[in-house]
């Protein structure tokens, strides 16, 4: 690891020395179980030397902790991991898009809930999608910064999208994915035969933006 500010070094030595100990390994172990030599082990320990991204990743997995902790001196909360029961998702209040996918004034097209909201260093957000059966006139073509996964439960959906050669509509059924670049415009609607359903689809919509989750939804 290249690291041009030199302060990182001790900082990363120290947290490294601090997990090492609280793990209750000594040189010799941790540096037998990474392929390192205990004397290479104590010079990043000590801050004189660089540690390599293939050294951080084993470290971190014989340490049992995530690379980022190992790399910050001051790493997030805990937990590492977040359990959404189905008994629970019901009651998660959605949450709105802040991109407009409806025209003005006209209905809802889906229930967004969020599914990960008790981890709380999210890099990608996770939703259940609740389609509602909408006209299509109804819905904008929009975009946004970041990506999209999208998986199908139940029922069907349609996206429409561009690719090289123009405007595309693709539609979804159970078992389903799609990976979707949000920059380009695009909208979703579900399908249903059943023009008395009120829910057309339910889609597992795992979203990523640089800007975070306040950017893409509002409470």
């Not at 601090?18 to 540096?31: I, S």
């Not at 006209?106 to 909201?117: D, E, G, H, I, N």
């Not at 910064?145 to 996206?159: A, K, S, T």
Request: hydrophobic fraction near 35%; glycine fraction near 8%.
């Amino acid at each position: 690891m290249d690291e041009r500010d030199e302060g990182l070094r001790p900082r990363i030595g120290d947290r490294l020395q601090a997990l090492r100990e609280a793990h209750g390994w000594k040189f010799d172990q941790l540096a037998e179980a990474v392929g390192l030599s205990p004397r290479h082990l104590r010079q990043i320990e000590d801050g004189e030397c660089d540690l390599a991204v293939d050294k951080a990743l084993l470290l971190a997995r014989a340490l049992g902790r995530p690379l980022s902790e190992l790399l910050t001196p001051t790493p997030g909360p805990g937990p590492y991991y977040f359990v959404q029961r189905s008994s629970e998702i019901a009651q998660i209040p959605g949450r709105t898009r802040r991109t407009p996918v409806e025209r003005p004034f006209a209905p809802r097209s889906k229930t967004c809930r969020p599914l990960a909201r008790g981890f709380p260093t999210r890099h990608m957000y996770p939703y259940l999608l609740s389609m509602l059966n909408v006209d299509i006139g109804t819905l904008n073509l929009h975009e946004h910064h970041g990506h999209e996964f999208l998986y199908v439960l139940d029922g069907e959906l349609e996206l429409t999208t561009y690719s090289e050669d123009g405007r595309v509509t693709e539609t979804l059924r159970p078992g389903d994915a799609c990976y979707l670049d949000s920059t380009v415009p695009h909208l979703v609607r579900g399908q249903s035969r059943n023009p008395y359903a009120k829910t057309s689809a339910e889609v597992i919509d795992v979203f990523w933006s640089p800007l975070g989750e306040s950017y893409l939804f509002g409470d």
